[in-house]
């Protein structure tokens, strides 16, 4: 996040604005970077972090404090109907991954595998960040204490090597990313340097 406040006006004037806008789930999010600062970008990153009962302002939601990939996921999902028995809402992306690969839900919806692995459309795929950049190992993600990213994969084209994924908050907005597949034709923890993925949450689903 840039930390930046709104583009336009106060905190509290994008607040009202956003209060005028239509609901948040009739809307798609502005093509951009730095979207989220934008009344209507401020509105649906709200309403993202409403899925688990967190009310920021604008200004808040472009501060680093408040990075909200993990709860457009959380969105996303709960929004594609999976129920609490399924999928529990995060603030962090490390809580829900310590959900899968630990088993504490009774019908859960993912499970973990570790890469190398080929991702399929409606996986997701999480790489560690920050301190924990170029995390390995699984079994030492703490629930909510880990930092993560992890991205919803829309697309797998392996005769070009690429899979494509959906992740929020990057470039502070919601962006289409092509992740480069590794000599194994799986994704892997080396090829993709700015983003070294650990791991594939398996949909069960499928």
Known sequence: NTGAPPASGTSADTDNQHSQLPRADCLSFP?????EATPLGCTLARRYWGIVGEAPTCR???????AWSAVFISWVLR???LDEQQFLTGQSHSMYVVDARDGVL???AFRIEPVPALPRPGDIICSGRGRERYLEDVGEIGFGTTPMHCDIVVAVDPAARVVRAI???VQQSVSL??????????IDGVTNSHMPWVLVMRNNLQ
């Open 60 to 66: 808040q939601v472009t501060q680093g404090a408040w």
């Open 167 to 169: 992740g929020g908050n």
């Open 177 to 186: 990313e092509e992740i480069e597949l590794g000599d194994s034709g799986r």
């Open 106 to 108: 009774t019908r859960p």
């Open 31 to 35: 093509d951009g970077t730095g979207m």
């Open 79 to 81: 929004k594609a109907g």
